[in-house]
T-cell receptor, first 114, second 115 residues
Framework: EPEVTQTPSHQVTQMGQEVILRCVPISNHLYFYWYRQILGQKVEFLVSFYNNEISEKSEIFDDQFSVERPDGSNFTLKIRSTKLEDSAMYFC????????????FGPGTRLLVL | DQQVKQNSPSLSVQEGRISILNCDYTNSMFDYFLWYKKYPAEGPTFLISISSIKDKNEDGRFTVFLNKSAKHLSLHIVPSQPGDSAVYFCAASGTANFGNEKLTFGTGTRLTIIP
């Protein structure tokens, strides 16, 4: 069964460093998303991406964040200068073009900023 | 911004009995609702969904009920099994002109099935 994959599973970084989180969405999906979950809090939407551009972004997704689909399979989230409060689980998700279609989530990357 | 609320942070149910998880929402623009199950250190796994044009959707042991007037939905699991022990998230979205809308999640309910 097709699934969303994410790498790395864990990342530890120093405050101020850049990190890139990688995702391989399900191959026939066209919509891609990043969500995050800070420990003990709800899963929050960060950004959606379709047709090589951002469809929607939340207020969390400021200038320090960027997304890219550098080739036909990978979807990346870059945080340019990490802050302590960026420590969270980051989930990639993908979905088809259909209205009210389910989003399928990857296993997540646990980011710890020290 | 509590557009989707799960007021019970935890629930314990005897194996074989019915588990009922509840979710309330405030945004009238939501018209598609999903339940996800999450194990520790894993991503949310889709369980079942319901469109606002329906009031019930069933898939095996899982049934979701939607009460639009009360802005309330519930997930019923019957019979409950030990493997159902996980955190359950309710999520909601509004319908975009095409394609998927972002999901707004509740805070989750930790379900423990007691053998």
């Amino acid at each position: 069964e097709p699934e969303v994959t994410q790498t790395p599973s864990h990342q530890v970084t120093q405050m101020g460093q850049e990190v890139i989180l990688r995702c391989v969405p399900i191959s026939n999906h066209l919509y891609f998303y990043w969500y995050r979950q800070i420990l003990g809090q709800k899963v929050e939407f960060l950004v959606s991406f379709y047709n090589n551009e951002i469809s929607e972004k939340s207020e969390i997704f400021d200038d320090q964040f960027s997304v890219e689909r550098p080739d036909g399979s990978n979807f990346t989230l870059k945080i340019r200068s990490t802050k302590l409060e960026d420590s969270a689980m980051y989930f990639c998700a993908s979905g088809t073009l259909a209205v009210q279609e389910t989003q399928y989530f990857g296993p997540g990357t646990r980011l710890l900023v020290l | 911004d509590q557009q989707v609320k799960q007021n019970s942070p935890s629930l314990s149910v005897q194996e074989g009995r019915i588990s009922i998880l509840n979710c309330d929402y405030t945004n009238s623009m939501f018209d598609y609702f999903l339940w996800y199950k999450k194990y520790p250190a894993e991503g949310p796994t889709f369980l079942i969904s319901i469109s606002s044009i329906k009031d019930k959707n069933e898939d095996g042991r899982f049934t979701v009920f939607l009460n639009k007037s009360a802005k309330h939905l519930s997930l019923h699991i019957v019979p409950s099994q030990p493997g159902d022990s996980a955190v359950y998230f309710c999520a909601a979205s509004g319908t975009a002109n095409f394609g998927n809308e972002k999901l707004t999640f509740g805070t989750g309910t930790r379900l423990t099935i007691i053998p």
